[in-house]
């Protein structure tokens, strides 16, 4: 009888050798996944702990131990120095300029990708994307004296207006990646139907690129919510403040009311923080798709 070689173990092989060293790889990646989370979340858990202590107890206890003697006070005395009105101005700011960015940031990527074959298209397109490699530091003078001279200074039409151009760029492109997904003969039926471009753009390529349209409005809201050097530029008197820019008058406000600090840093924060966990999934998908092909 011949004798046979005993065959190598499973465990033994090239590939099982790669899924046990991936799979180490993974464990190590969570495990600094979790620390990162850690350091994310520790100065957040303080902000909103210190926010409901009294002075006394900031001062006299562990700044990381939740107090016994819980009090609403901070909050009750941001409210009363006109925070209402700066989250106002600030909502006003941010729908004025989402809105009408996303709605020309469709209309342009739809042209773009429509009609590609253009040279006067395929030209705004690279305008589009050089509007990306602009920073706004680099352009605040001139869009100052730009304001001045439309004698719209110490308004919140001065701060909408350069929101919505910084907010295109970004909205054109992932639109852009969106609507070239949309299969070519679905158009071409639409036009067989005898629909027109703007028939097909609205009926067609607007419901298609729904993910995305949330996901540019998402992505948008949060810097312009978040955005101080239009407003500290562009207005003046504390009725244009919004929410960024008032958190300096409440440093000098409550300068040695670290707790009400806190509590108006709270207050800022919690819109954006349900904005995101609303549409978290929305904006990660719509800011990766089409950049993997």
Sequence with gaps: ??????????????????RHRAMSYNWLGGGLSWVWLFIVMLPIYWIVITSFKTQDNYFFTNPLVPSSDLT????????????????????????????PAVLISFMAAYAIVRGSASRLLRGMNWIFLMGLAIPLQAVII????????????DTLAAIILPSIAFAIPLSVLVLSNFIRDVPKE????????????????W???FPLTRPALVTVLIYNALGIWNGFL???????????RTI??????????????IPAIAASVTLT?????????????????????????
């Design 203 to 205: 009926r067609l390529a």
């Design 269 to 293: 924060t919690l819109p954006i923080v349900l904005l995101y966990a609303i549409g978290r999934r929305q904006l990660l998908s719509g800011l990766t798709a089409g950049f993997g092909k």
């Design 142 to 153: 001139p869009v100052y004296l730009i304001i001045i001279r439309l004698k719209m200074y």
């Design 244 to 257: 960024p820019l008032a958190l300096t008058a409440f440093q000098g406000q409550f300068g040695v009311n």
């Design 186 to 201: 679905l158009f071409e039926s639409m036009r067989m139907d005898g629909a027109s471009e703007w028939g097909t753009m």
């Design 1 to 18: 009888m011949t004798r046979h070689s005993p065959s190598p173990t499973v465990s033994g092989t090239p590939d099982s050798r790669r």
């Design 230 to 240: 239009l407003p500290l530029v562009l207005t003046q008197s504390p009725e244009q």
């Design 72 to 99: 609403f006070e901070n909050y009750k005395t941001v409210i009363e120095n006109d925070f209402v009105r700066y989250f106002f101005n600030s909502v006003v700011v941010t729908l004025g300029a989402v809105l």
